[in-house]
């Protein structure tokens, strides 16, 4: 079973998108996925119940109480996606650093953003795991404009920082509505669609090393 943490100490970073559009990429797959949904407002629940439908399903775990959840992981799951709290630490998500294979870390192109995730990487620096290599940490650039200055210049801050920046996904309503419907981009195929599905082809290579 691989176990992907999508995990950011700054709300609002479009942290519940990516791990629903990860879960539902794996269900689409045919892997048998799980979501646990670690944060208090459980907005990836409520996703994964309006899919419930679909043979794409996906499994929601509350994981609110960091503990417990793991009890109702069927055994056959083959694909684990956890949706961390927003405000977390390192500290406080130990429980899913010591399980997770690989960490994504949202991060919008604007200088608060940036500013206030980098006590986080320091945070998840400090954890054994991450420390000896062990646990993988990649940079997500999300709701980037490319054509713009300020998007541009956050990237190439980004390319500067000791985790590798694996995708860069364009700002675009189309993630609000997915969402709001239990789906995900992966689940249409119009060429619109497609060009959205191609920024997310690197931080699908990555996580599959």
Do not use: C
Request: net charge positive; charged share 20%; aromatic share 6%.
């Amino acid at each position: 079973m691989k176990t992907v943490l999508v995990a950011s100490s700054k709300g609002g970073v479009g942290k519940t998108t990516i791990a629903t559009h990860l879960a539902a990429q794996s269900a689409l797959e045919g892997l048998q996925t799980a979501l646990v949904d670690a944060d208090p407002q459980n907005s990836s629940t409520r996703w994964a119940q309006r899919r419930a439908a679909l043979e794409s399903a996906v499994l929601p775990l509350d994981g609110t109480r960091r503990k417990g959840w793991n009890r109702q992981l069927p055994a056959d799951t083959q694909r684990l996606v956890i949706d961390a709290p927003a405000g977390a630490m390192a500290e406080e998500l130990e429980v899913f650093l010591d399980l997770a294979d690989a960490v994504i870390v949202p991060i919008q192109p604007s200088t608060l953003d940036i500013e206030a995730t980098v006590p986080f990487l320091d945070s998840l620096a400090r954890h054994p795991r991450v420390r000896k290599g062990a646990l993988r940490v990649g940079l997500l650039g999300n709701k980037l404009k490319p054509w713009t200055h300020a998007s541009q210049q956050s990237v190439d801050l980004l390319r500067q920082w000791p985790y590798p920046l694996v995708a860069q996904l364009r700002d675009s309503q189309a993630y609000v509505v997915m969402t709001a419907l239990g789906k995900s981009l992966f689940d249409y195929h119009s060429a619109q669609v497609r060009e959205h599905q191609a920024d997310w082809a690197p931080l699908l290579r990555w996580l599959r090393k």
